[in-house]
């Protein structure tokens, strides 16, 4: 095995661990709003399902998470599997995942705005709804942004996760490497990947918080 | 207009994840499930997965016109995979003892054996001197069942210090070379590999933990694809294939059942 066959491989395998990557924020980023508001929702019910959600998102493993979102269909409807990609259950399952969190972070964010602020948009005379577009939500945003960075790092490195379900992220091809040749030379490389991956998303996420600084 | 440029991006990536690029062009897939950190049965070769079992496999697929598809696996989810359909059968250096309740088993095509591997420099020479120490093995094998408390080789696990168990084989040799573990129990066709791999570190002793066999393992009651897929790995074993794979990945020709 060459270096370079051996960096190929690699780059293959964090093409798989990228798409888990986007996929993942392309879900939860969104989901994490109204699952937020659900869970401070005035109504008991809807609260409640959202708190039991985030609970047990919370509480359980991801990588159980990941497992049952794949073998479901087969455990309670015995609906072969052949053709479910495994790549859309992890999807699904990180999704679901991450959107939890995502949501707790959110809450924060929104509670953390002075109430003071939506009293001044109701005397201005502002709809609820108004209210929150534009007066809150851009402030959660701007604030959520540290936090959200820190799960988003971290979800880089979940992502190997997804072999749990066989599918061969980038930690993966590098552990089979590892074991064909009986090098560590794979596993170090694929930390020096993560960590160059994770340099660019602390950039980005970094960039992103300096604009949104519009108040110095 | 706006919705477009959001849904179309989308639409794309929804393509992309579900894989509807998968062709069904009427050709029937062969998944075969194995795990990955086991040569030289099934491992990594360039962008291939190669070895004595997924060659052979490869083979029949040709021989019966099956599209070949290697599907590593996580070995601990290994029965979910195969009775959820996701993979058609575990084809991995697969032992048949003390599995033969869960699986539909082919015949025997391989003799093994579980020795014991230690560090060259070692002052472990037998299965006495064993005693007191940490031997390594592999998460969900027969050979792991047999050594625990219990089990068929009970004799003999019961007087090591520990047993430890790891995900795959390559970090039980690594931690033997590290030192971590004195001594790991494994698949003789994996040991002879490995001190082919690393020359002059470890040393295999000479008595044997047990002997088993391996099978190709399919979902317990599906004995139609057994069947089919036996009956084209004896043609491969009589042409003389089989000897020749042996050869090419270091696997004691002796050991053929199927020739």
Same mark, same amino acid.
């Given at each position: ?162 072999f749990?379900?066989a599918?061969t992220?980038?930690?993966t091809i590098?552990r089979q490497l590892?074991s064909a ?36 | ?33 194995f795990d990955a950190d086991f040569p030289?049965y099934g491992f990594k070769?360039?962008?291939?997965y190669k070895g004595?079992?997924l ?15 290697a599907n590593p696996i996580?070995w ?16 991995n ?62 004799? %003999?696990?019961?007087?090591?210090? =520990?047993?430890?168990? !790891?995900?795959n084989?390559n970090? +039980?040799?690594? &931690? @033997? ?47 139609? %694809?057994?069947?089919?897929?036996? =009956?084209?790995?004896? !043609?491969?074993?009589?042409?003389? +294939?089989?000897? &020749? @794979? ?14």
């Amino acid at each position: 095995m060459t270096f370079w066959s051996m960096l190929q491989e690699l780059l293959g395998g964090l093409s798989v661990s990228v798409e888990i990557f986007f996929f993942t924020l392309l879900i939860a980023l969104p989901l994490g709003f109204p699952v937020a508001l659900g869970r401070m929702s005035s109504n008991w019910a809807v609260s409640g399902f959202f708190r039991l959600f985030i609970s047990i998102v919370r509480g359980t493993p991801l990588m159980l998470q990941i497992i049952f979102v794949y073998f479901a269909p087969y455990i309670f409807f015995k609906m072969p599997l052949s053709h479910y990609p495994r790549l859309l259950a992890t999807v699904l399952a990180f999704g679901l995942n991450y959107a939890a969190y995502f949501a707790e972070i959110y809450r924060g964010g929104i509670l953390s705005i002075d109430v003071g602020q939506r009293e001044a948009a109701r005397a201005l005379g502002m709809s609820r709804r108004q209210t929150f577009l534009r007066i809150i939500l851009p402030q959660t945003i701007k604030r959520v942004i540290p936090a959200v960075g820190n799960e988003v790092i971290t979800l880089v490195k979940d992502t190997s996760l997804a072999f749990t379900i066989a599918v061969t992220e980038m930690f993966t091809i590098a552990r089979q490497l590892s074991s064909a040749h009986t090098s560590m030379m794979p596993l170090i490389a694929a930390g020096v990947f993560y960590y160059i991956f994770n340099y660019f998303v602390a950039f980005a996420m970094e960039k992103l918080e300096k604009r949104l600084s519009y108040y110095g | 207009m706006k919705a477009f440029t959001i849904l179309a991006p989308l639409a794309v990536a929804m393509t992309m994840i579900c894989g509807c690029g998968q062709e069904d062009d009427g050709v029937r897939r062969f998944t075969v499930g194995f795990d990955a950190d086991f040569p030289p049965y099934g491992f990594k070769e360039g962008s291939e997965y190669k070895g004595f079992d997924l060659d052979l496999a490869r083979a029949v697929c040709e021989r019966k016109g099956w599209k070949f598809v290697a599907n590593p696996i996580n070995w601990d989810a290994k029965d979910m995979e195969l009775n959820s359909g996701s993979i058609d059968c575990i084809w991995n250096g697969f032992t048949m003892q003390g599995r033969e309740d869960a699986y539909t088993f082919s015949s025997a095509y391989v003799d093994n054996s579980q020795v014991v591997l230690v560090k060259a420099d070692s002052a472990i020479n037998d299965f006495a001197s064993l005693a007191g120490k940490v031997v390594g093995v592999q998460t969900d094998t027969p050979v792991a069942k047999a050594l625990a408390s219990g089990g068929d080789r009970q004799d %003999l696990g019961s007087t090591f210090k =520990a047993i430890v168990v !790891e995900p795959n084989y390559n970090q +039980l040799v690594n &931690e @033997l070379d590290m030192g971590a573990v004195d001594a790991v129990a494994l698949d003789v066709g994996v040991a002879k590999r490995k001190m082919c791999d690393l020359p002059g570190k470890f040393r295999m002793l000479d008595e044997i933990v047990m002997k088993e066999t391996y099978g190709i393992g399919f979902k317990k009651g599906n004995t139609t %694809l057994r069947d089919e897929v036996e =009956a084209a790995l004896r !043609e491969i074993a009589n042409e003389g +294939l089989m000897a &020749e @794979l042996a050869r090419k990945y270091g696997i004691d020709e002796q050991a053929l059942i199927l020739k």
